[in-house]
């Protein structure tokens, strides 16, 4: 699975409900929206491509303990019908420890 913010533009509540309506599940709402669902998922509705790789968590000390996660290869393209609910969709890559 993966997870992206979401800014919206209108009321976060339809935002929500729109979003479920096209299979994403809800993780948490604040000043975004944070959702999740399969990377085919967000390829297929954002019209993008995702890649899976790794990284380090522990940099300068452990290379062996890494984290898997997909990054966009192509930047999202929202969806004409819900331009005026997203400004934005974003995919933060996992924290890196020191």
């Known amino acids: 699975m993966l997870t992206a913010d979401v800014t919206p533009l209108k009321d976060k509540n339809v935002v929500v409900l729109k979003l479920k309506e096209q299979g994403f599940d809800v993780l948490s ?10 990377p085919e998922r967000f390829e297929k509705f954002f019209n993008m491509k995702m890649e899976k790789t790794s990284k380090s968590v522990l940099s300068g000390i452990s290379d062996s303990a890494k984290v898997e996660y997909y990054k966009p290869l192509t930047p999202p393209s929202i969806p004409d019908e819900f331009k005026s609910l997203i400004k934005e969709v974003s995919f933060p890559e996992p924290p890196e420890y020191f």
């Open 29 to 38: 709402i604040g000043e975004t929206i944070t959702i999740k669902g399969s």
